[in-house]
């Protein structure tokens, strides 16, 4: 019992220590957090609402990422890879997922259309190119947004004819922006 005490205790210190290398890391967040009060911001891009709800540069997680994101009628996300897994929760409004699976071809070419409404949920496999569109003009989209391996280090394309090669690499994504820019001077080139 307590060898298991100890083994918490530990634990917990280790935890506390590594939280604190990161510089970006809230000091002393609450275990519980009210997400009407974490910040939101559109960083730039017009009708977004984003909040990092559990990040990586935020507050260090080495798995997972969760984020919540609210999309004014006809915004959405860019065009865009990544390497990894993605889970979105539709918690509000309807809207619509393009999805194309051709990773084979020299780009992504007409995708897959399918409605995501409230309550809905589907995976982005990895490395298909994916959009998420509000195309309801009366209503916000809003969806939980979990991803694996984080920092995210998404590839845009202009559009479906983008050659997969010529997709842009962007990283760090706005919201990581000045966590990594805050951190010292020798990633710079
Ligand atoms: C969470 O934050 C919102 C906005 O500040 C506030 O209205 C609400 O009462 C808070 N919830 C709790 C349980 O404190
Ligand atoms: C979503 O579905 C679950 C399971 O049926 C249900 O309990 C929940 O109330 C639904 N939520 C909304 C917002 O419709």
């Not at 080495?62 to 390497?83: A, D, N, Y």
């Not at 990895?126 to 995210?152: F, R």
Request: charged letters at 15%; aromatic letters at 10%; proline letters at 6%.
């Amino acid at each position: 019992m307590s060898t298991l005490n100890n083994f918490w205790v530990i634990f917990l210190l280790i935890l506390s220590i590594s939280a604190d290398a990161f510089c970006c890391s809230i000091k002393g967040f609450h275990l519980v957090r009210n997400i009407s009060e974490l910040p939101q911001d559109d960083y730039g891009m017009k009708g977004l609402s984003h909040i990092t709800v559990a990040g990586s540069l935020l507050h260090g997680l080495k798995e997972v990422e969760v984020w919540l994101e609210t999309f004014s009628p006809g915004t959405g996300t860019p065009i865009h890879r990544h390497s990894c897994e993605e889970v979105f929760v539709i918690l509000k409004g309807s809207g619509t997922l393009y999805l194309a699976s051709n990773t084979h071809g020299e780009f992504p070419g007409t995708p897959q259309e399918y409605s995501v409404f409230s309550n809905s949920t589907f995976i982005i496999p990895a490395n298909d190119v994916h959009q998420v569109q509000n195309t309801n003009e009366h209503e916000d989209l809003q969806a939980l947004i979990i991803l694996s391996q984080p920092p995210m280090k998404p590839y845009i394309y202009e559009d479906w004819t983008t050659p997969h090669t010529a997709a842009r690499l962007l990283f760090p994504v706005f919201w990581d922006k000045e966590c990594l820019e805050g951190t010292s001077d020798k990633d710079e080139l």
